[in-house]
């Protein structure tokens, strides 16, 4: 769950990734998707915060919703 929420984030520029780092708000999660999943799970002021910063993207932006449409289309597509 927390990975997906960091995958959403990146896909709709709410989470930024510079190589391997994740960031938030100029904040570091974590190297890798690992390392940002135990950050939050860790942290859980700031999962609140990237789920309603994705929430906001959602709202201000149909394109938003093209991307998330995307991203999830092609989850089920590697799982299925």
Same mark, same amino acid.
């Given at each position: !769950?927390? &990975? ?5 984030? +990146?896909? %709709?520029? @709410? +989470?930024?990734?510079?190589? &391997?780092?994740?960031?938030?708000? =100029? /904040?570091?999660?974590g /190297? =890798?998707?690992? =390392?940002? !999943?135990?950050?939050?799970? *860790?942290?859980?002021? @700031?999962?609140? *915060?990237? %789920? =309603? ?5 959602? !709202?201000?932006?149909? !394109?938003? #919703? *093209? %991307?998330?449409? /995307? *991203? @999830? #289309? ?6 299925f």
């Open positions: !769950r927390l &990975a997906d929420l960091i995958n959403t984030g +990146v896909t %709709l520029n @709410v +989470v930024n990734k510079a190589g &391997a780092w994740y960031n938030f708000g =100029g /904040q570091k999660l /190297q =890798g998707i690992e =390392g940002s !999943r135990q950050f939050l799970k *860790e942290n859980p002021k @700031v999962e609140k *915060e990237i %789920l =309603g910063a994705i929430k906001k993207s959602c !709202r201000s932006s149909s !394109r938003s #919703l *093209e %991307l998330i449409t /995307q *991203e @999830v #289309l092609t989850f089920f597509d590697w799982f």
